[in-house]
C-alpha cells in the first residue's frame, strides 16, 4: 500500500473521517479483549492495526508532501 501511494498523486483534502473510524475499531477491539467480550485473535488485531496504519500513513506522506512543497516554493522564490 505505501509504494502504490507513493507511486499515484492524488491531490484530495484529507479528512479527519477515516482517521477517527480506524483509531475507534482499534479501540473497540482493545475494550472488547479487556471487558471480555471476546477472546483476543490476532487475525483481529492484525486488521485494525493494517488499517490503522495505512491512514496514519497517508496522513504522514500529506504532511511531508505539503511541507517539502512549501520547501521548494520558498526556494524558488528567493
Same mark, same amino acid.
Request: a neutral charge.
Given at each position: 500500500m505505501? =509504494?502504490?501511494l507513493l507511486m499515484i498523486n492524488i491531490r484530495t483534502k484529507i479528512s479527519l473521517k477515516p482517521?477517527?473510524?480506524?483509531s475507534s475499531i482499534m479501540l473497540l477491539d482493545v475494550i472488547f479483549v479487556i471487558a471480555h467480550l471476546y477472546n483476543y485473535t490476532?487475525?483481529?488485531? !492484525?486488521?485494525s492495526g493494517f488499517f490503522?496504519?495505512?491512514v496514519i500513513y497517508?496522513? =504522514? +506522506?500529506? =504532511? !511531508?508532501?505539503i511541507y517539502?512543497?512549501?520547501? +521548494?516554493?520558498?526556494?524558488f522564490d528567493e
Open positions: 505505501a =509504494v502504490s482517521l477517527i473510524i480506524t490476532s487475525w483481529i488485531a !492484525f486488521t490503522f496504519g495505512a497517508i496522513y =504522514v +506522506l500529506e =504532511v !511531508f508532501s517539502f512543497n512549501q520547501l +521548494l516554493e520558498k526556494r
